[in-house]
């Protein structure tokens, strides 16, 4: 009898501190992928090296397929809140249908993807517009080329159904057409490109705002932050971006290849970013030079451009910075700046980084070592209070955890400074103590039963 009592409080405990495990914060928390675990984290230099490859877009895993229409009797549906796989032909238009309401945004990034050996200009590139049923736009068609660096890569342009409109064509409910085109195609290769699309739905406000952007805000440059970089291995596409926070952060980049990361940016917040090339292994600066060789973008949570930048390569080592941009804020939307404009809602903002294939004809495969400086200033303000909900849900809300970091890196950026300063945070590490405190105090009312049972054990109870 003593020892199936035994067996019995063992059998307890033990299922218990299984539970424990999966508490939420605790080592459940914990057990979560971490950044070295993902093939979009933190990794050794060595491993770094050797698992780089020619640059290929990662899709949305979960992205439904869809066939883009050559005429709009057609075109397939589109649901905002869902990503989408679809491919552009060489030439010629393709067309998809949204079914819109009277009150809502709507927002549709495209991400064209050429074939890493295709043959392209500086000037071509992709266009999107999103119109009405008699083919008016509701917004000025939004496009971007490939750039001096001539070299393939992914491509991403928006468009949107804006309210309030001032195109009266575009306020009410109904169907409208999302057109994407390549532009200026002349001695690229034929053959069509992969594409990936993300229609996002923004609700109306529950109080009716400003319709003025505003007049001033701070548009100083500050300092990077400083402090050793921590490793992180960028994503391959938009929704593997790699999750960063302010701080210093390291990473290896071969030519042809495009990294994708995201920052948490809250409303009231202004995000700062630099990007260092390192020079080429075994010398070559003056040698060569590759215009337009490292690009450095800025999209919004919608995938929006917000800011890019291009720098110019010869071997040597180079930097380059965005511009200053204001702080989050939704009326920056009225503003006729683009780079004012694309900062209209809080959410991750992605910071894309392409070394132009010509780089590794000139100086070699690398790789290349690549430093992000990310500052986040500002103390996070309310959000102007939405009437509805987004969709996809939560994509224009800063997240307890996208504070604070995520994973060993996030950690160890907040332990040795490369993640402190305005707008860091340690929610991760909140979280992580108030489940271990939730935990302990779990596993010493399982020990605490253990001892009363074992008494009345012993006194034959």
């Known amino acids: 009898m003593g020892r199936r009592t035994a067996w019995w409080r063992v059998a307890v405990v033990g299922g218990v501190l299984g539970a424990v495990v999966g508490v939420p914060g605790s080592q459940g928390f914990a057990a979560s992928p971490s950044p070295s675990a993902s093939p979009s984290s933190s990794v050794s230099p060595s491993s770094a090296s050797s698992s780089a490859t020619a640059s290929t877009y990662a899709f949305a895993e979960d992205a439904s397929s869809v066939t883009g229409a050559k005429d709009t009797a057609d075109a397939e549906r589109l ?62 068609p939004d496009t971007v080329g490939i750039g001096a660096g ?10 949107a159904r804006q309210l309030p409109s001032s195109r009266s064509s575009c306020r009410s409910a109904g169907t409208y057409y999302v057109v994407v085109e390549r532009v200026l195609r002349t001695e690229s290769s034929p053959g069509d ?4 699309l993300a229609p996002v739905l923004e609700p109306r406000l529950r109080k009716a705002d400003t319709t003025s952007a505003p007049e001033s805000w701070d548009s100083a440059t500050p300092s990077p932050p400083g402090g050793e970089a921590v490793r992180r291995r960028g ?14 952060w390291r990473d290896d980049v071969r030519p042809g290849q495009t990294l994708f990361y995201k920052v948490p940016v809250d409303w009231g917040q202004q995000v700062y970013a630099t990007a260092d090339l390192s020079s080429a292994s075994g010398g070559g600066a003056g040698v060569g030079f590759v215009p337009g060789g490292v690009n450095l973008a800025l999209y919004n949570p919608v995938r929006g ?6 720098i110019s390569y010869n071997g040597s080592q180079k930097s380059g ?40 004809e000139e100086f070699g495969d690398g790789p290349y070592g690549l430093t992000l400086r990310v500052r986040v200033k500002g103390e996070a303000a309310a959000e102007p209070g939405y009437a509805g ?8 809300q800063v997240g307890l955890l996208g504070r604070g970091g995520s994973g060993a890196a996030g950690d160890a950026a907040s332990s040795d400074g ?25 596993l010493l009312v399982v020990l605490g039963v253990w001892v009363v049972v074992g008494r009345r054990g012993a006194a034959g109870v």
């Open 193 to 196: 490109w992969d594409l990936e």
């Open 305 to 310: 451009l917000v800011d890019d930048t291009s």
């Open 79 to 140: 649901e905002p809140g869902t990503t989408y796989r679809s491919s552009l032909p060489s030439d010629g238009k393709v067309y998809y249908r949204l079914v819109l309401d009277a009150t809502s945004t709507v927002y549709v990034a495209a991400t064209a993807v050429p074939p890493t050996d295709a043959t392209v200009t500086p000037t071509e590139g992709v266009r999107v517009s999103v119109q009405d049923a008699d083919g008016r736009s509701c917004s000025a």
């Open 235 to 248: 994503g391959g596409g938009f929704d593997s971006a790699t999750a960063l926070e302010q701080g210093v």
């Open 418 to 442: 490369a993640g402190g300063g305005d707008g860091g945070g340690s929610a991760g590490m909140k979280l992580v103590a108030v489940g271990g405190i939730g935990a302990g105090t779990l």
């Open 389 to 396: 909900q987004s969709e996809p849900a939560g994509i224009f």
């Open 321 to 360: 910075a965005l511009a200053a941009l204001p702080p989050v804020g939704y009326d920056n939307r009225y503003a006729v700046s683009d780079r004012v404009g694309g900062m209209r809602f809080a959410g991750s903002y992605y910071l894309v980084v392409h070394l132009a294939a010509r780089v590794g």
């Open 150 to 159: 001539r070299s393939p890569r992914p491509l991403t342009v928006w468009g």
